[in-house]
């Protein structure tokens, strides 16, 4: 038990290292920013069940292109996942078509969300005031603009390997790039699982012990 | 623990790790205008933060003329007179006091108590005060806007905050909407840097454990803040949307004159429930740091160590945690399953035990302590008045039967100024008494400090202890004028104007305070490294103020907690953070 009023003996305990790593910070900020990230859809989701229980509910239709662009996210998660590979075992070339491919990818899949949002818009059903509707442009947006927000980080880096460059810089970079898509991959599926493929209403309330 | 036998530095390996580069700025602007120095960020913050608390300030003038004098000051309509509200409350909760103790405080004091150079990302910290900046000056553009600014309440309740007849329902609350998103977007920037600054950039030696109680309160509150800004982000968001755009979240189907309103099917009570899950918790985002900085002043103007450290961080903790846990008691009078209200209740006072288990640790820590009556530990002292005041009330309030009855009056009003305003800003004045000397090298003057001490102590208790009684007789909250109402008496009215009275006369002693701030400036006698003999870090630099990069060419290397004063044994009354056992004396060694 340490008792530091009854004495005054001083010591260095816990030697960590003092200097302090921007390798290591920038992880831990990536770690911290991304907890709050999930604060933000976590509340989002369960506005959209609450607001789901309600007696007037009515789903929003459902849009098949969703799944193509699901699978666009998934394949530029694949693709960043591969290019950390390559990054970490030297292989350059795979390397950079990893960080192309996982670009190209993504922008595919805003593109498609933004097609669904068109198609959307051009139903019958479509009701700025449906709350069904408003919840599914609004998450969508939101989950959109954070994909850009990372597509400004990749797009740093895909500058930065062309040429000469430090290697362990860029495999950090290519690190923190692929653990934000993985990310918002699994935010994504969260959401279209849970609030865009049907009325999975009861599925929903379970998970919030409501129902 | 086990002590070292021989010389304590040895066991500290050599940094491995390149230290972080410092961005040295060569011009007046790189170095005080677009400054990436923490020091400099949280100096621009801090000024900021008090310009625009002084315009709410001047704004709780107007209201109060309007009640103390009704029908007197007839550039108080009952349009303007809620806009004021509005204004007042949420410049005064989010732009001064969030804005002053985690962008103002915790820049200064995070890196130099836990003894790093800076902030570990010293560039988005830039950033983040620009874009606060940013919000700041949106906000002050409603009041140029057609309609004026936001006139629903702070807590801007849909529908009436964006309904038509409401003051400010088209400019005013658009741009306090983007102004609070802009303000989170740069809060969660200065958030990052201070959780990862603490966690990260820590020198040799000083384990969490062993960080001042300064650091821990502003580090949870910055925990607290990250996870409870996404809320009024979000709700923000979707209400901006059902502003301009028509969609309905919020809004329900409304029938207002006879028209029927655009929207259909909106739930106003998702609204209440986000903004009180960030509402609470910002209650302790505010809180915390004065918990911490109070337990500080207290610690050194005591010259005796805090009672209960351990138990200090882990109340800290457990607040932190539970704040996230009571939020819909703000909401009892909006309808809610008794269940719901049970539990809410129940976890409100349970809040009440790790609360007062620091107010216990605070006065513990006074005990048999070498008190100086100093101006930090005047207003130290003063927030344990004021905060025991406020806490106590609160108890009242949580209990949801006792809630209701006293819900929207100014009973409630007095509660959450005692226990957010006036305790708080007891800590701002405490803290600032404390650290100017640091900041700026020059004493402030002790006579004006002790002349604003006690005008504003027993001013403020002047405001708002009758303030509980007109909530007893039920005097309601946010009322333009309560004339002609036959179960107010004549009193009510005579204790208004006492009120106001006391309120304008708290406000003008507010220039003793400016001025003592910028005569020390000039003229306040030099202050020393160290004035207070203190033992945390920042007391402990090489220059003062402190120079870019904070500590000179070596980062101190830390061998004990912050709170070694009066040492049995030990010569001097207190031993700093950065003392070896080899380095201190004891009377016994000499002889």
Redesign the interface.
């Known amino acids: 038990m340490?008792k530091?009023?009854?004495?005054?003996?001083?010591?260095?305990?816990?030697?960590?290292?003092?200097?302090?790593?921007?390798r290591?910070?920038k992880k831990?900020?990536l770690k911290?920013?991304l907890?709050?990230?999930a604060?933000?859809f976590m509340?989002?989701v369960i506005?959209y069940s609450?607001?789901m229980t309600?007696e007037?509910w009515r789903p929003a239709p459902q849009l098949r292109l969703l799944w193509a662009n699901t699978l666009a996210l998934i394949l530029s998660s694949v693709a960043l996942q591969r290019a950390l590979y390559s990054v970490r075992r030297g292989q350059m070339d795979a390397m950079r078509i990893g960080l192309l491919a996982a670009g190209a990818f993504t922008v595919v899949f805003l593109f498609g969300q933004i097609l669904a949002w068109q198609q959307l818009g051009a139903m019958v059903y479509f009701d700025?005031?449906?709350?069904a509707i408003?919840?599914f442009y609004?998450i969508t947006g939101?989950h959109g603009l954070h994909l850009l927000g990372g597509l400004v980080a990749w797009g740093r880096t895909v500058a930065k390997v062309w040429g000469d460059f430090d290697v362990l810089k860029i495999t950090q970079s290519v690190e923190l790039c692929t653990v934000y898509w993985h990310f918002l991959l699994l935010v994504w599926l969260v959401l279209f699982g849970l609030l865009f493929t049907g009325n999975n209403l009861d599925a929903l309330l379970k998970l919030c012990g409501i129902r | 623990?086990?002590?070292?036998a021989h010389d304590?530095?040895a066991?500290?390996?050599p940094?491995?790790?390149?230290?972080?580069e410092l961005y040295h700025p060569k011009t007046f602007v790189g170095k005080y205008i677009w400054s990436q120095d923490a020091k400099v960020i949280a100096i621009q913050y801090a000024i900021t933060a008090i310009g625009i608390g002084l315009v709410a300030l001047v704004l709780s003038w107007l209201m109060r003329l309007q009640l103390g004098f009704p029908d007197t000051f007839h550039f108080v309509d009952p349009s303007n007179y809620l806009q004021f509200v509005t204004l007042h409350g949420m410049i005064m909760v989010i732009y001064l006091l969030t804005a002053l103790f985690l962008g103002g405080f915790g820049n200064y004091l995070i890196p130099l108590m836990v003894?790093?150079?800076d902030m570990?990302?010293p560039y988005v910290n830039m950033v983040s005060y620009w874009v606060y900046l940013f919000a700041v000056l949106l906000l002050v553009a409603s009041f140029f806007v057609p309609g004026g600014p936001a006139g629903a309440g702070w807590t801007l309740y849909p529908p009436q905050a964006i309904l038509q007849g409401t003051p400010g329902a088209t400019w005013g609350i658009l741009l306090m909407l983007v102004s609070l998103a802009f303000f989170i977007i740069g809060f969660?920037m200065g958030g990052?840097?201070y959780?990862?600054t603490v966690?990260?950039?820590?020198?040799?030696?000083?384990?969490m454990m062993r960080m001042p109680l300064t650091v821990w309160g502003i580090f949870m509150a910055t925990i607290l803040a990250?996870?409870a800004f996404?809320?009024l982000?979000?709700s923000a968001?979707?209400m901006t949307?059902d502003l301009t755009?028509?969609?309905?979240?919020f809004m329900p189907a409304i029938v207002s004159m006879g028209q029927q309103g655009?929207?259909?099917?909106?739930?106003p009570l998702?609204f209440q429930?986000?903004f009180w899950?960030f509402g609470h918790p910002e209650v302790y985002i505010v809180a915390l740091p004065a918990f911490g900085i109070v337990s500080d002043l207290l610690s050194v103007h005591a010259r005796k160590?805090i009672f209960g450290y351990r138990m200090m961080v882990w109340a800290i903790l457990a607040i932190g945690g539970l704040s996230f846990l009571v939020w819909a008691h703000h909401m009892y009078v909006s309808g809610m399953n008794p269940y719901f209200g049970f539990f809410f209740a129940t976890t409100t006072l349970i809040i009440a035990v790790p609360t007062a288990i620091k107010v216990y640790n605070w006065v513990l820590t006074l005990w048999h302590g070498n008190i100086h009556l100093t101006v930090p530990m005047l207003f130290a002292i003063g927030f344990i008045f004021a905060f025991i005041h406020g806490g106590l009330t609160g108890l009242f309030l949580g209990n949801a039967s006792v809630s209701v009855p006293l819900s929207d009056t100014m009973f409630v009003v007095a509660h959450f100024h005692m226990v957010m305003a006036v305790a708080p800003i007891m800590v701002v004045f405490g803290a600032i008494y404390h650290w100017y000397p640091k900041i700026t090298g020059r004493m402030l003057n002790e006579t004006f400090g002790k002349i604003h001490f006690w005008a504003t102590f027993l001013g403020t208790y002047a405001i708002y202890l009758p303030m509980h009684y007109l909530g007893f007789l039920g005097v309601p909250r946010r009322y333009y004028s309560i004339e002609g109402t036959d179960f107010i008496p004549e009193s009510a009215h005579s204790l208004n104007a006492g009120i106001t009275i006391a309120a304008l006369i708290v406000g003008a002693f507010q220039l003793v305070f400016l001025y003592n701030l910028v005569w020390s400036y000039f003229k306040g006698k030099p202050a020393g490294s160290n004035p207070w003999r203190a033992t945390t870090l920042e007391w402990q630099t090489l220059h003062t103020p402190p120079k870019h990069g904070n500590f000179g060419a070596t980062?101190p290397?830390?061998?004990?907690?912050a709170?070694?004063y009066s040492?049995?044994?030990?010569d001097e009354d207190f031993?700093p953070q950065n003392?070896?056992?080899r380095e201190?004396t004891?009377s016994g060694d000499k002889t």
């Open positions: 340490v530091p009023w009854v004495t005054a003996e001083g010591s260095v305990e816990n030697l960590r290292d003092g200097r302090t790593s921007s290591a910070a831990l900020a911290v920013f907890a709050v990230v604060v933000l509340l989002l506005a609450g607001r309600y007037d700025v005031t449906s709350p408003a919840f609004l939101l | 623990m086990s002590y070292v304590e530095t066991f500290a390996p940094a491995e790790v390149e230290e972080v003894g790093a150079r570990v990302f969660t990052l840097n959780v990862v966690l990260q950039a820590r020198t040799r030696g000083m384990t990250l996870l996404p809320a982000f979000v968001i979707m949307l755009l028509g969609t309905s979240f655009g929207h259909e099917g909106g739930s998702l429930h986000l899950f160590n980062l290397v830390v061998y004990r907690w709170y070694d040492v049995p044994g030990a031993i003392v070896p056992r201190f004891r």
